[in-house]
C-alpha cells in the first residue's frame, strides 16, 4: 500500500519563529509532491509543490525534496498566527495519497 | 479560477439508504478523485477517473461504487449508507496526472 506519513503533532510555535513540518512517503515511484493547508471545517487548498530535489522557494514558505530518503519537508519562516490551520503532505503517482496532516498552531 | 462544486453541503440519511454525492468541475480536467476524510486518519482516497467511463479503485472502495457519464461529473454513490460511512467526503480534480488537484469545499455525510 502507498503511505504517507507525517510527524503526529500537534505543532505549537511562537509567532515570528521557523515551523518545520515533516513527511515521508513509502512509493519510490512517486514523482512529484504536495503541501496544502486546511483550515477547520474547510477543504485543503494548495501552498506549493516539488517535483525536483532540493529546495524550493514561495515567499515565507520553503518546500524541501529527498527522494533518495523519501522524505520531504516544508518550513515556513517568520510564522503568523493565520498560518494556523492543518497541513497535508501529498505523493504522486498515478493517484494522489495524503499524509494524516499535522496541526500547527502559531502563538500570538 | 478553478471551480469543484459538490451539490449537498450537508445530508442526514438512514441506514440502509441509497445516497449520491454528485461533483462538477468546470475546467475540463481529466482527472477526478473521491476521498474521505475523518479525525486522525486523514484523507483516503476511496475512488478516482481518468477518463469518461473509466474508474480506478482506491484505497477504501468497499461499499461505494462511482459514475463518471460526462468528462465534468463525478458521481460516489452509497448503495446501501451504513454509520461507519458518516464522513466529510471531498471530491477533487486536476488537468493531468501528477499535477495540482483542487478540492470542492466537501459534503458533509450523517447515516443514522
Known amino acids: 500500500q502507498k503511505e504517507v506519513e507525517q510527524n503526529s503533532g500537534p505543532l505549537s510555535v511562537p509567532e515570528g519563529a521557523i515551523a518545520s513540518l515533516n513527511c515521508t512517503y513509502s512509493?519510490?515511484?512517486?514523482?512529484?509532491f504536495f503541501w496544502y493547508r486546511q483550515y477547520s471545517g474547510k477543504s485543503p487548498e494548495l501552498i506549493m509543490f516539488?517535483?525536483?530535489?532540493g529546495d524550493k522557494e514561495d515567499g515565507r514558505f520553503t518546500a524541501q525534496l529527498n527522494k533518495a530518503s523519501q522524505y520531504v519537508s516544508l518550513l515556513i519562516r517568520d510564522s503568523q498566527p493565520s498560518d494556523s490551520a492543518t497541513y497535508l503532505c501529498?505523493?504522486?503517482?498515478?493517484?494522489?495519497?495524503f499524509g494524516a496532516g499535522t496541526r500547527l498552531t502559531v502563538k500570538p | 479560477d478553478v471551480k469543484v462544486t459538490q451539490s449537498s453541503r450537508y445530508l442526514v440519511k438512514r441506514t440502509g439508504e441509497k445516497v449520491f454525492l454528485e461533483c462538477v468541475q468546470d475546467?475540463?480536467?481529466?482527472?477526478m478523485f473521491w476521498y474521505r476524510q475523518d479525525p486522525g486518519l486523514g484523507l483516503r482516497l476511496i475512488y478516482f477517473?481518468?477518463?469518461?467511463?473509466?474508474?480506478e479503485k482506491g484505497d477504501i472502495p468497499e461499499g461505494y461504487s462511482v459514475s463518471r457519464e460526462k468528462k465534468e461529473r463525478f458521481s460516489l454513490i452509497l448503495e446501501s449508507a451504513s454509520t461507519n460511512q458518516t464522513s466529510m467526503y471531498l471530491c477533487?480534480?486536476?488537468?493531468?496526472?501528477?499535477?495540482?488537484?483542487?478540492f470542492g469545499e466537501g459534503s458533509w455525510l450523517t447515516v443514522v
Open positions: 477533487a480534480s486536476s488537468l493531468y496526472n501528477g499535477n495540482t488537484i483542487y
Open positions: 512509493d519510490r515511484g512517486s514523482q512529484s
Open positions: 516539488i517535483y525536483s530535489n
Open positions: 501529498a505523493a504522486n503517482n498515478n493517484d494522489m495519497r
Open positions: 475546467m475540463d480536467h481529466e482527472n
Open positions: 477517473s481518468y477518463d469518461v467511463k473509466m474508474k
